[in-house]
T-cell receptor
Framework: DAGVTQSPTHLIKTRGQQVTLRCSPI?????VSWYQQVLGQGPQFIFQ???????GRGNFPDRFSARQFPNYSSELNVNALLLGDSALYLC?????????????FGDGTRLSIL | DQQVKQNSPSLSVQEGRISILNCDYT??????FLWYKKYPAEGPTFLIS?????DKNEDGRFTVFLNKSAKHLSLHIVPSQPGDSAVYFC??????????FGAGTRLTVKP
């Protein structure tokens, strides 16, 4: 089975622009989470979606939004980009929520803001 | 606030010996703990997990120990192999939501 796929792999934007990142979970996985990883740190939780509903939100500004579609794929949107938004954005999926359901990660989208 | 901490940024071990990676957490509500391995240019790969009702979980060469009273988690790799060289992240969550990661420990296994 294919793993978690994310697109695009790399993206360059300028300050003030908007960006949409896409994620396809592992087949059969209903939960998708988004993380931001900056150099030298671990991933930071942004959102979790399950069955198209938001189940959790990390400490990120309202410029960050996400949604999950009926096929369980997901999009992360970031508006009014800042230089500090430059990071690796990771998507992870799990079959269900709840413990005992490890999240499996894609290889991420590298976003650079100029 | 950093609820999950990995205080050792790096660890170097000889091939065949044991690697011990440590992790401390502050939130006693965490009920699910995981270890991930990350190679450059790849996403984190799930290694092993443990729920808060257990104190040990084994999977082949990998064993995770949980000490709830000390709020401490460790990953043992025995025997260590050069292919284990990577960055290891400790993570913790409440009901598998809002997963918090440590900053990672870079493990180098020397031949």
């Amino acid at each position: 089975d294919a793993g978690v796929t994310q697109s695009p792999t790399h993206l360059i934007k300028t300050r003030g622009q908007q960006v949409t990142l896409r994620c396809s979970p592992i087949s059969g996985h209903k939960s998708v989470s988004w993380y931001q990883q900056v150099l030298g740190q671990g991933p930071q939780f942004i959102f979790q979606y399950y069955e198209k509903e938001e189940r959790g939100r990390g400490n990120f500004p309202d410029r960050f939004s996400a949604r999950q579609f009926p096929n369980y794929s997901s999009e992360l949107n970031v508006n009014a980009l800042l230089l500090g938004d430059s990071a690796l954005y990771l998507c992870a999926s799990s079959r269900e929520t709840g413990w005992g359901q490890p999240q499996h990660f894609g290889d991420g989208t590298r976003l650079s803001i100029l | 606030d950093q609820q999950v901490k990995q205080n050792s940024p790096s660890l170097s071990v000889q091939e065949g010996r044991i690697s011990i990676l440590n992790c401390d957490y502050t939130n006693s509500m965490f009920d699910y703990f995981l270890w991930y391995k990350k190679y450059p240019a790849e996403g984190p790969t799930f290694l092993i997990s443990i729920s808060s009702i257990k104190d040990k979980n084994e999977d082949g060469r990998f064993t995770v120990f949980l000490n709830k009273s000390a709020k401490h988690l460790s990953l043992h790799i025995v025997p260590s192999q050069p292919g284990d060289s990577a960055v290891y992240f400790c993570a913790a969550s409440i009901n598998n939501n809002d997963m918090r990661f440590g900053a990672g420990t870079r493990l180098t296994v020397k031949p």
